[in-house]
């Protein structure tokens, strides 16, 4: 009998074995595992405005469409609640790129899903477990976002250890870990398709050729979520300003990408951005200065609040042009940030309503993680954990990483958290409390007796 493909095999195997034990291969993998199985199994899942995603997703497995006609019990039962009725059929009121994304792992994963909902998942009709498959899909994203953060420090210049740190703040110290894994909200992937267009860009100073296609991820954040438009034309600037050959490229691949969403939106809800967007603003309005605050230093809202580590991305930014390395790229994501910064702020309910932490937030977060690398490029690991230098600069580091980690690991698995937005008032009818530092959402440990107001 032939031996050489049993040869050729063999060989196969122990290359794979040998790129495994690789340490950038092997830390990209234990980055992705560790940060996947920590948010899958923590407690807390928020599948509220969430909640027909998956729903939409097998939908469109099951019967090739995206209405939800099919499950009317269940829209019943739940008041048709985020729901647009159009010539008699129900569709969901949020865009179609996360059912999307989620559409392939319920296909890939039906057997596990159906084990933990207790039934087949094509006979699935009720609700009360479906935020346990949304943590697992979105805990996907968030672990393939934190393993692209290890890619985009060594990129960088950090050492592998330094790389390593910067995934991990990545994926437990920020809403990464409290919000974007806890449902399919648009955040998690919005936050993913940030970081793998960054990562695009980034390398594209060595391969020029990979500029143009950081364009099919920018577009799609927009499918996701049409707020990311801002994302598309800064940093699509970005592209332009130092890519021109490519830029028409990345025109013909951003046109491509959208046409068909924008064909759908159309079909369906009458309107290029599926109505979703146009109705964001329509609630009551808010002073701006409210949400220009409290979206950052809110006790129960403020991303400096419950990520105190994100201040150095404003060190490793002065880092950044003190040394002279600023760029066209840096200057996109500080644009991109403070415009998305002034978006949220103007959001009359920029507090998220019933959520966790800064949830609006989320995608600032990618931008934020990025300008922390200068910091760790010149503090470097062993410094973080020896403390044999500037013991003042590292206590303050150490400390800020810890009451981050502290504030989300609370947000992602205590369920007071999650009470916190009802008890012992509703938020909605009584904002103040968002600035209660005597009851900040973070520290609730059981939910409160309710008011008699």
């Known amino acids: 009998m032939p031996t050489r493909p ?36 923590s407690r807390n899942a928020t599948p509220f405005d969430s909640r027909w995603s998956t729903y939409v997703a097998m939908s469109i497995l099951r019967e090739g469409n995206t209405n939800l006609d099919e499950y009317a019990p269940v829209l019943q039962a739940n008041d048709y609640y985020m729901l647009r009725e159009i010539d008699g059929h129900y569709y969901n009121f949020y865009p179609i790129g996360v059912p999307l994304l989620a559409a392939p792992f319920l296909a890939a994963g039906a057997p596990f899903f159906s084990w933990i909902i207790g039934q087949p998942l094509h006979q699935f009709m009720l609700e ?37 740190l910067l995934a991990c703040i990545f994926a437990f110290a920020t809403p990464a870990w409290s919000t974007a894994s806890r449902a399919l909200w648009q955040h998690g992937p919005s936050m993913l398709m940030f970081t793998l267009a960054l990562w695009l860009i980034q390398i594209s100073e060595r391969n020029s050729r990979l500029a143009a296609l950081s364009a099919l991820p920018l577009a799609y954040a927009c499918v996701i979520r049409p707020t990311n438009l801002l994302a598309l034309a800064l940093l699509g600037g970005c592209v332009f300003w130092r890519h021109r050959k490519q830029f028409p490229l990345w025109i013909v691949l951003t046109v491509a990408l959208l046409a068909p969403f924008a064909w759908y939106n159309f079909s369906v809800y009458g309107s290029l951005l599926s109505g979703y967007t146009l109705d964001l603003y329509d609630a009551k309005r808010m002073p701006f200065w409210m949400g220009f605050t409290g979206t950052l230093f809110s006790p129960s809202r403020g991303l400096f609040i419950w990520s105190p580590i994100l201040l150095t991305a404003f060190w490793g930014g002065w880092l950044l042009w003190r040394d002279k390395r600023w760029t066209a790229l840096e200057t996109a994501l500080a644009a991109l940030l403070a415009a998305q910064w002034i978006v949220i702020s103007a959001y009359p309910v920029w507090w998220g309503g019933h959520s966790i932490g800064p949830r609006y937030c989320c995608e600032m977060t990618p931008i934020l993680i990025y300008f922390m690398i200068p910091v760790l490029r010149r503090y470097g690991f062993a410094g973080w954990i020896e403390l044999r230098l500037h013991a003042v600069i590292y206590a303050a580091l150490i400390l800020a990483l810890g009451l981050s980690v502290f504030t989300h690991a609370r947000g992602a698995n205590a ?20 600035w209660d530092w005597s009851d900040p959402q973070f520290l609730r440990a059981m939910p409160a007796k309710p008011s008699n107001r």
Do not use: D, Q, Y
């Not at 050729?8 to 996947?36: C, D, G, Q, S, Y």
């Not at 934190?146 to 950090?158: H, Q, T, V």
């Not at 916190?420 to 968002?434: C, F, G, K």
């Open 6 to 41: 049993n040869g050729l095999m063999h060989m196969n195997m122990l290359h794979m074995a040998k790129t495994l034990r690789e340490p950038r291969v092997f830390a990209f993998l234990a980055i992705f595992l560790l940060t996947f199985i920590l948010h899958a199994l």
């Open 128 to 164: 009360r477990n479906m935020g346990r498959i949304e943590v697992c899909i979105a805990s996907f994203f968030v672990a393939l976002n934190a393993a692209l953060f290890c890619a985009i420090g060594l990129a960088s210049g950090l050492r592998l250890r330094a790389a390593i």
């Open 415 to 434: 369920g007071g958290c999650v009470a916190w937005n009802v008890t012992p008032v509703n938020i909605a009818s009584e904002i103040s409390r968002l």
